[in-house]
């Protein structure tokens, strides 16, 4: 196969080249011959040719001419050399030309309608200096690689340059090339630190320009908008007009349908007491507990049983005083069922053992007519 690459000096065309070389030799196991116009230092056993002899070697050879067009220059109508006509023979004995030179013109041109598919043309365009390299390939040779736009009708990678390869030849005794920033890059860097810069000195400029000079005058307080204090403010700091959505807002409940839960009413409405279990009543088939101002309690079914058992000993207040006075806190069932309660004063610690209630079946009516009794007060059953 021919393949040929081209690019400027410096663009890297030895350093990839010999990369390329190196590797499909050790892979198939093929002598290299090179034209010599770089001086090898790694001995991989590549040997010196002349460009005219290249039909002397044996088959199978990789062949690299760097700078080929001083072995293949531009003929002006001469007859075609047997050496550059027998390339057209190359693929009979299975060699393989690696070619470098600056531009695909510079070269003969029956060579160069030669290259083609599996080969390539490969054009390297250096990356501003840095240590890569912008590679375009094609099947077959571009006359103009060189142009902006040549791409689009190639295949197009960044490739990085193999630094272990520099210490194979020397190819210049100094390399003056230094990494260049495009402009592009250096105007978009300007701007990503500008622009936030340039807007915070507008939007300081149009602060000073909209704050007042003088000093901002406070309105009056309206009667039902001034707010002493909350869940925002504590008591006793520095008072403020509401704003007509904040007074609104302050009437609106938390919980819907209890009018005392709105933040106007939090100062008024800071718990002083705590519920806690003043009577449990267990029947056959549920146990109830009720707090000190004779609400229910939702208290599991095994506390409740525990506490009705038990009791529940109340170690945060003071000796209690009530309307039972000097009654014990812990009230027998039957003591508790005669004792009149207000519903609101239910004793401290009561605890109630209802037993189950059982149906009463009517008497059977006499045999014979018995005559009525004399009137009386009504009576009560009373249920074993």
Same mark, same amino acid.
């Given at each position: 196969?021919? #393949?040929?690459?081209?690019?400027?000096?410096?663009?890297?065309?030895?350093? &990839?080249?010999?990369? !390329?070389?190196?590797?499909?030799?050790?892979?198939?196991?093929?002598?290299? #011959?090179?034209?010599?116009?770089?001086?090898?230092?790694?001995? %991989?056993?590549?040997?010196?040719?002349?460009?005219?002899?290249?039909?002397? +070697?044996?088959?199978?050879?990789?062949?690299?001419?760097?700078?080929?067009?001083?072995?293949?220059?531009?003929?002006?109508?001469?007859?075609?050399?047997?050496?550059?006509?027998?390339?057209?023979?190359?693929?009979?004995?299975?060699? !393989?030309? %690696?070619?470098?030179?600056?531009?695909?013109?510079?070269? !003969?041109?029956?060579?160069?309608?030669?290259?083609?598919?599996?080969?390539?043309?490969?054009? *390297?365009?250096?990356?501003?200096?840095?240590?890569?390299?912008?590679?375009?390939?094609? /099947?077959?040779?571009?006359?103009?690689? $060189?142009?902006?736009?040549?791409?689009?009708?190639?295949?197009?990678?960044?490739?990085?340059?193999?630094?272990?390869?520099?210490?194979? #030849?020397?190819?210049?005794?100094?390399?003056?090339?230094?990494?260049?920033?495009?402009?592009?890059?250096?105007?978009? +860097?300007?701007?990503?630190? *500008?622009?936030?810069?340039?807007?915070?000195?507008?939007?300081?400029?149009? $602060?000073?320009?909209?704050?007042?000079?003088?000093?901002?005058?406070?309105?009056?307080?309206?009667?039902?908008?001034?707010?002493?204090?909350?869940?925002?403010?504590?008591?006793?700091?520095?008072?403020?007009?509401?704003?007509?959505?904040?007074?609104?807002?302050? #009437?609106?409940?938390?919980?819907?349908?209890?009018?005392?839960? /709105?933040?106007?009413?939090?100062?008024?409405?800071?718990?002083?007491?705590?519920?806690?279990?003043?009577?449990?009543?267990?029947?056959?088939?549920?146990?109830?507990?009720?707090?000190? $101002?004779?609400?229910?309690? !939702?208290?599991?079914?095994?506390?409740?049983? $525990?506490?009705?058992?038990?009791? %529940?000993?109340?170690?945060?207040?003071?000796? &209690?005083?009530?309307?039972? /006075?000097?009654?014990?806190?812990?009230?027998?069932?039957?003591? +508790?069922? /005669?004792?009149?309660?207000?519903?609101?004063?239910?004793?401290?610690?009561?605890?109630?053992?209802?037993?189950?209630?059982?149906?009463?079946?009517?008497?059977?009516?006499?045999?014979?007519?018995?005559?009525?009794?004399?009137?009386?007060?009504?009576?009560?059953?009373?249920?074993?």
């Amino acid at each position: 196969m021919l #393949y040929l690459r081209t690019g400027a000096n410096g663009a890297g065309k030895t350093l &990839l080249t010999l990369r !390329d070389v190196r590797e499909k030799s050790l892979a198939e196991s093929r002598p290299v #011959y090179y034209n010599g116009r770089f001086n090898m230092v790694a001995d %991989f056993g590549w040997i010196k040719i002349d460009a005219k002899d290249w039909e002397s +070697v044996p088959d199978g050879a990789i062949f690299l001419f760097d700078e080929c067009h001083n072995d293949f220059p531009i003929r002006s109508g001469k007859e075609v050399p047997r050496y550059v006509s027998q390339l057209a023979e190359h693929r009979v004995r299975g060699f !393989d030309f %690696f070619l470098l030179t600056q531009h695909p013109m510079n070269m !003969d041109p029956f060579v160069r309608r030669l290259i083609g598919s599996p080969g390539w043309h490969q054009h *390297l365009k250096r990356a501003s200096g840095a240590p890569l390299v912008s590679v375009i390939q094609w /099947a077959a040779v571009n006359d103009a690689p $060189q142009k902006a736009g040549s791409g689009a009708s190639g295949q197009v990678t960044m490739v990085k340059y193999p630094k272990e390869v520099y210490d194979w #030849y020397v190819s210049t005794s100094l390399d003056t090339a230094k990494v260049r920033i495009p402009f592009q890059v250096k105007l978009l +860097v300007a701007c990503v630190v *500008l622009v936030p810069l340039l807007g915070y000195y507008a939007w300081t400029m149009l $602060q000073k320009t909209v704050a007042p000079k003088g000093p901002v005058p406070v309105a009056q307080p309206l009667l039902g908008q001034v707010r002493t204090g909350g869940p925002d403010r504590p008591p006793g700091s520095e008072k403020r007009v509401l704003t007509t959505a904040e007074y609104v807002s302050s #009437y609106q409940p938390r919980l819907q349908g209890l009018a005392y839960t /709105a933040p106007r009413y939090d100062e008024m409405t800071k718990p002083v007491n705590v519920p806690y279990p003043a009577a449990c009543i267990q029947s056959k088939t549920r146990c109830e507990c009720f707090s000190q $101002q004779a609400t229910k309690l !939702d208290v599991p079914l095994d506390l409740c049983a $525990q506490l009705v058992k038990g009791g %529940f000993f109340n170690d945060w207040q003071a000796a &209690l005083k009530d309307a039972n /006075a000097g009654r014990p806190l812990q009230e027998s069932p039957v003591a +508790v069922a /005669a004792a009149p309660h207000d519903p609101l004063t239910l004793p401290k610690q009561t605890r109630v053992l209802a037993p189950p209630l059982r149906p009463v079946l009517p008497t059977p009516a006499p045999a014979a007519p018995v005559p009525a009794p004399a009137p009386a007060a009504s009576s009560v059953a009373m249920l074993p």
